[in-house]
C-alpha cells in the first residue's frame, strides 16, 4: 500500500513534485546518459542513435542554452578551392514553416530558441550525408551537394539528406519541444541541380564566398510549393533518383502562373513532390 502511494505521488503532475524531478523522470534514460556527454554532428548511420543524439541537443540547448554550433567553416574551405570556377551543385533549400506567425506570438528568447535549434539541427542532418551547408537566410537553411563526379550519387543522397531533415524534427526536435510547450517545428524542402558559379566578395580569410546559378534560385521557389514536411524536386532530380526511389515521387500539378523554363530543355519545369 505504501509503494502504491509512492508511485501515485512521483507520477502525478498535481503534487509537490519538483518540476525538475518532472522533466528528469520524463526524460528516456538514453537521453539522459548523453546529457552528460558532448554530443557532436559526427556522421552517424544508425537513425535511433541520431535521433536519441539529437533530442539530447534540443534538451541540452533549452535547459542550458546552446551548446554547439553550426559552423559553414567547411563550404567556406570547399568553396575557396574553386572561386571563379563553374561547378555542378544539387541546391536543397529547407524552408521552416509558419516562422512569421511566431514572430508575432513568441518571446525573443523562444523565437530565438527555435530557430537556433531548427537552423542547427538541419545543418547537422546536411552534414551527416557529407553535404555542405552554404547559408542561413531568415527561416531558411541552403544546402549543397557537389555533383561533378557523380551526378546520380548527389541526387539520391541529396533526397535522403531531405528525407533525414524530416525525420529528425519529427522524432527528435517535436517531441521535446512538446515538453516544453513550444509550438511544433514543419519544413518545405525543395531540391534543384545546375551549373553554379563560385564567386568571393572582397579579399582574405574572411571574405564571402557564394555560388550562384539557376539551380539555387530554382530550388527556393520548389520549396515555397512544399507541403509542410514534404519535399519537392525538379524534374532532373527526378530523373538522376535511382528508379526505385522515383516510386515515392508523384508529379505536381501546377497552374498556369507556373513557366519557369527548365534550362536544360526548355520546357516548362515539371516537379515531383513525396511525404517526407
Known amino acids: 500500500m505504501h509503494s502504491n502511494d509512492k508511485k501515485t505521488k512521483e507520477t502525478d503532475p498535481q503534487n509537490d513534485t519538483t518540476s525538475d524531478q518532472i522533466e528528469k523522470q520524463s526524460i528516456p534514460q538514453d537521453i539522459l546518459d548523453l546529457l552528460s556527454e558532448e554530443v557532436t554532428s559526427k556522421k552517424i548511420v544508425d537513425t535511433n542513435t541520431y535521433i536519441s543524439e539529437t533530442r539530447a541537443r534540443v534538451w541540452k540547448a533549452l535547459k542550458t542554452g546552446l551548446q554547439f554550433e553550426a559552423s559553414l567553416d567547411k563550404s567556406v574551405q570547399y568553396l575557396r578551392k574553386h572561386v571563379n570556377s563553374r561547378k555542378n551543385f544539387v541546391v536543397l533549400v529547407a524552408d521552416?514553416?509558419?516562422?512569421?506567425?511566431?514572430?508575432?506570438?513568441?518571446?525573443?528568447?523562444?523565437?530565438a530558441a527555435i530557430m537556433q535549434t531548427f537552423s542547427q539541427e538541419m545543418a547537422f542532418a546536411i552534414l551527416n550525408f557529407e553535404g555542405y551547408v552554404l547559408k542561413y537566410v531568415g527561416d531558411a537553411v541552403i544546402a549543397y551537394f557537389p555533383a561533378d563526379v557523380n551526378f546520380y550519387m548527389a541526387t539520391d543522397t541529396a533526397v535522403n539528406a531531405a528525407r533525414s531533415m524530416i525525420t529528425v524534427l519529427q522524432q527528435g526536435i517535436n517531441p521535446v519541444l512538446n515538453q516544453y510547450d513550444y509550438p511544433e517545428l514543419?519544413?518545405?524542402?525543395?531540391?534543384?541541380?545546375?551549373?553554379?558559379?563560385?564567386?568571393?566578395?572582397?579579399?582574405?580569410?574572411?571574405?564571402?564566398?557564394?555560388?550562384?546559378?539557376?539551380?539555387?534560385?530554382?530550388?527556393?521557389?520548389?520549396?515555397?510549393?512544399?507541403?509542410?514536411?514534404?519535399?519537392?524536386?525538379?524534374?532532373?532530380?527526378?530523373?538522376?533518383?535511382h528508379p526505385s526511389a522515383r516510386s515515392r515521387f508523384s508529379e505536381v500539378k501546377l497552374d498556369a502562373s507556373w513557366n519557369y523554363v527548365d534550362e536544360n530543355t526548355g520546357k516548362i519545369y515539371r516537379l515531383f513532390t513525396s511525404e517526407g
Open 96 to 111: 521552416l514553416v509558419g516562422s512569421t506567425r511566431m514572430t508575432r506570438v513568441l518571446q525573443v528568447e523562444r523565437l
Open 186 to 241: 514543419k519544413v518545405k524542402i525543395g531540391i534543384d541541380v545546375g551549373v553554379h558559379s563560385v564567386i568571393q566578395y572582397g579579399k582574405g580569410e574572411r571574405s564571402h564566398v557564394d555560388i550562384l546559378g539557376y539551380g539555387i534560385s530554382m530550388a527556393s521557389k520548389i520549396s515555397s510549393l512544399a507541403e509542410p514536411d514534404h519535399i519537392v524536386i525538379s524534374e532532373s532530380i527526378y530523373n538522376g533518383m
